[in-house]
């Protein structure tokens, strides 16, 4: 079992860059693939991006390819998301969750990190 625990969101421009974090507390993280959801105000969760338990073949949102990598240090139990070239769009409450693929199912998720984008 992990916890996810989110960190690194807040105000930035359009254009501009943020780094989420996501520390995972329990010895098993690396067992987890992780992934990065979003959720605006009256839409849905949406999944951002996702990878596996060995940091290879992310999977990326059509909406954040090129823009967003994500990645992860196992022997910190972290896993990261930078974000550039933000968009007023991508303005949303980031989570972070622990899966067993890069493409789901998510089993356990954070309380989320809020990412805004002002224009």
């Known amino acids: 079992q992990v916890q996810p625990v989110e960190s690194g969101g807040g105000l930035v421009q359009a254009g501009g860059s943020l780094r989420l974090s996501c520390a995972a507390s329990?010895?098993?993280?690396?067992?987890?693939?992780m992934g990065w959801f979003r959720q605006a105000p009256g839409k849905e969760r949406e999944f951002v991006a996702g990878?596996?338990?060995?940091?290879?073949?992310?999977y990326y949102a059509d909406s954040v390819k090129g823009r967003f990598t994500i990645s992860r240090d196992n022997a910190k139990n972290t896993v990261y998301l930078q974000m550039t070239s933000l968009k007023p769009e991508d303005t949303a409450v980031y989570y972070c969750?622990?899966?067993?693929?890069?493409?789901?199912?998510?089993?356990?998720w954070g309380q989320g990190t809020q990412v805004t984008v002002s224009s």
């Open positions: 329990g010895r098993t993280f690396s067992r987890y693939a």
């Open positions: 969750a622990a899966g067993i693929a890069a493409l789901g199912p998510y089993i356990y």
């Open positions: 990878i596996n338990w060995s940091g290879g073949n992310p």
